[in-house]
C-alpha cells in the first residue's frame, strides 16, 4: 500500500527542498494503510476541525472525485479533516504538500499538489504543449496569449484540470500512476506515493537497483511508452526524474500535466521521441537496454 498512516502521535512538521524527497512518514498502523482514528468530537458546524488545518474538501460544490472503483484507503466522508504535515516538492509551477486526512474511521496521506496562481509565471515550453488544445473563449485566449493576470490565473487552472483529467485517463488504461483522489480548481489530492518505509519513494534517478529489478524497471518503462502510444499520447517531459520506484520495484509515473495528444500536436512525435530517449539513456548507462530508437519505432507502430 502505498499510503501509509502516521502513528497516533503527531510528528513535527518538516520540509524538505526540492532535491531531496525524503519525507518521514511513520510506517502503516496494517495492510489497510487506514488506521483507527482516536476519540474525537465530530462536528463539522464548528469553523475549525479537531486539530486539524482544514476540513475535507471532499464534498464541497464542484469538486471532481476520482475514478471508480475507489481504492479502500480513499476517506470520503464528510467529517473528515485535513492536516499539513510538510512540503514535499517544489517547482517553477507547483508545489507539492503531504497531507494526512483524518476521519472518524480511519486516516490516510495524500499528496497534494497545487499549482502556482495568477501571480506566478508558470512553464517556460507551455505554447509549445498547449499546441492543439482549444479555449471557448476569445477572451480567454488573448489574455493567455498576452500572459496577462487573469490569464496566468487561467493558465494554472488550466495545468491542474489537464494533469487531474490526464490521471484519470492512465489509472483507467492501466498506467501506474499515483491514484487521482480529486481536484479543486488549482489543487489536485492523490496517492502518496512511498518507499514501504514511510518515505518518499525516491525517483528513477535515484534508485539503485539490482540486475533483476533493473530489467524489471526496464519493462515497466516500455509498457508505459507503449500503452500511452496506443492510446495517441506521450508524456511531453518524461525523464528519470518524474517516474518513482516504490519497495515492491514499481514503477509510477508522475508529473503529467502537459500530456501530448501526439495526432493533434504538431511537436507531438519530437516530444515522444524525447520522452523515450530521456529515459532509455539512463537504463542504456547501467546496461539494461541496448537503447531507445527501437522502442521508438515501436510506439511509433502503435500510433498509426
Known sequence: MSTPSRSASTPERNHVDSDDDAVVAPRPTGPSGVRASSAVQWDVTVLAPPGGDRWTTWDELGVSHG???????????????????????????????????????????????????????????????????????????????????????????????????????????????????????????????????????????????????????????????????EDGFAHGDLSPYNLLVTASNELVVIDLPQLVDVTVNPQGIEFLHRDVMNVSRWFVARGAAEGGEELFAEALARLY
Open 67 to 229: 475514478p471508480q472503483p475507489r481504492p479502500s484507503w480513499v476517506i470520503t466522508s464528510g467529517e473528515a479533516f485535513d492536516t499539513e504535515l510538510g512540503i514535499l516538492k517544489s517547482g517553477k509551477e507547483a508545489d507539492v504538500h503531504l497531507i494526512e486526512r483524518t476521519g472518524p474511521d480511519g486516516a490516510c496521506l495524500l499528496a497534494a499538489k497545487r499549482y502556482r496562481g495568477a501571480d506566478h509565471r508558470l512553464f517556460r515550453r507551455d505554447d509549445a504543449y498547449q499546441a492543439g488544445r482549444r479555449h471557448q473563449k476569445s477572451r480567454q485566449r488573448r489574455a493567455i496569449a498576452n500572459r496577462s493576470t487573469f490569464g496566468r490565473g487561467l493558465i494554472a487552472g488550466m495545468w491542474a484540470e489537464a494533469e487531474w483529467l490526464a490521471l484519470c485517463r492512465l489509472w483507467g488504461s492501466g498506467v501506474r500512476v499515483p491514484y487521482p483522489v480529486s481536484h479543486d480548481g488549482e489543487e489536485l489530492l492523490m496517492e502518496f506515493i512511498d518507499d514501504g518505509l514511510g518515505h518518499a519513494a525516491p525517483r528513477l534517478a535515484q534508485s539503485r537497483p539490482g540486475p533483476e529489478a533493473l530489467a524489471a524497471l526496464w519493462e515497466q518503462f516500455r509498457l508505459v511508452v507503449l500503452t500511452l502510444a
